[in-house]
């Protein structure tokens, strides 16, 4: 009946459900994320300033978001987001097509992969990068 196995395996996390990003005006966030990045939007709840962008389940989400005054996290700095690319050097083509700045280029890293951080209109930096053996190189 499972038993101990069960109760052993519960109550670990399980995935990365959502990431949030401040930003100062939600309509140039979101056009950004969904025209400029592609991502889909799956959850629109721009009345209470909270969108949520991404593939469907089970993947994560990065939700925006307007913060008040008082909020710790302001637009702008280092979100730790990196999403994935399967050619970096297209995607940095067409992004810079569409004026996002570039703080690097795509670069080879020393662990093998490729890798390059843009930023959004707040000035929020996102890493992308490219290594299809990431989970195969020893």
């Given amino acids: 009946m ?6 052993q395996n519960r109550g ?15 309509s140039t966030a979101l056009f950004f994320y969904s025209e400029v990045l592609g ?5 629109d709840e721009r009345s209470n300033n ?9 993947l ?16 702008g700095g280092s979100t730790g987001i990196v999403f994935e690319t399967d050619s ?4 940095h083509r067409r992004l810079v097509d569409e004026g996002v700045k570039f703080i690097m280029k795509p670069q080879r890293q ?8 843009f930023t959004d209109p707040d000035g929020n ?9 990431h989970y195969t190189r020893r």
């Fill in 88 to 91: 970096i050097y297209e995607l």
């Fill in 60 to 75: 994560g989400k990065i939700a925006l978001y307007v913060p008040s005054k008082l909020d710790k996290r302001q637009p």
């Fill in 39 to 43: 991502l889909d939007i799956a959850l």
């Fill in 12 to 26: 670990k996390v399980t995935r990365v459900w959502m990431t949030c990003i401040p930003v100062s005006d939600l």
């Fill in 125 to 133: 930096e996102l890493c992308v990068v490219e290594d299809p053996e």
């Fill in 2 to 7: 499972g038993g101990d196995s069960d109760y």
């Fill in 110 to 117: 020393e662990w093998g992969g490729l890798m390059a951080i």
């Fill in 50 to 58: 909270w969108v949520e962008l991404g593939p469907t389940e089970p």
